[in-house]
Antibody, heavy 122, light 106 residues
């Protein structure tokens, strides 16, 4: 059974940084691209970033503007999202999601974690 | 960036009736279109991909159609567990989602 478990969320002050993690199990992690998707409370889904199976290709949504960095450690079956200079608009549930392919841009997301809530407030 | 527009925003349907949800893309996405279902407090669940292929374990009452810029998700006979928010997603690079359609009990 595929399992994706996010961690690292919480209350953070504007301007600070945090690192989100996603622990994957139940599938061959290094065979698939992975993504981060966020959802502000009561709002819709917003794709944040995607990374190919070997980290060779990485893409970010336009709103990221250099503040976010996605990475993965295939030896640890883990996905990460570094978020710098957080803003109140970054308040959201952050989901990691498994792509159905090795690279992104050709397949949907067939498994999702339950999300970790990031709240940006002073 | 390809903008995805879903309609209607809210759909009120009685159990047992059919529901038709629409999704329009600002530019052609070919058939790289997926539909997701999300219930309160839960992660999204993949229903349809490739515009019309049901994901594993998805009941046959869910069907998708369309290509290019116009897509439809049809739920043939709504069950109580189908009342939820539905999102379309185009998965060309970069990925974008529609704003969602809430299917509520009439």
């Amino acid at each position: 059974e595929v399992q994706l478990v996010e961690s690292g969320g919480g209350l953070v002050q504007p301007g600070r940084s945090l690192r989100l993690s996603c622990a994957a199990s139940g599938f061959k992690f290094d065979d698939y691209a992975m993504h981060w998707v966020r959802q502000a409370p009561g709002k819709g889904l917003e794709w944040v970033s995607g990374i190919s199976w070997n980290s060779g290709a990485i893409t970010y949504a336009d709103f990221v503007k250099g503040r976010f960095t996605i990475s993965r450690d295939n030896a640890q079956n883990s996905l990460y999202l570094q978020v710098n200079n957080v803003r109140p608009g970054d308040t959201a549930f952050y989901f990691c999601a498994k792509d159905m392919g090795k690279r992104y841009g050709a397949a949907p997301f067939d498994s999702w974690g339950q999300g970790t809530l990031v709240t940006v407030s002073s | 960036e390809i903008v995805m527009t879903q309609s209607p925003a809210t759909l009120s349907v009685s159990p047992g009736e059919a529901a038709t949800l629409s999704c329009r893309a600002s530019h052609s996405v070919s058939r790289n279109l997926a539909w997701y279902q999300q219930k309160p407090g839960q992660a999204p669940r993949l229903l349809i991909y490739g515009a019309s292929t049901r994901a594993s374990g998805i009941p046959a009452r869910f069907s998708g159609s369309g290509s290019g810029t116009e897509f439809t998700l049809t739920i043939s006979s709504l069950q109580s567990e189908d009342f939820a928010v539905y999102y379309c997603q185009q998965y060309n690079n970069p990925v974008t989602f529609g704003q969602g359609t809430k299917v509520e009990i009439k």
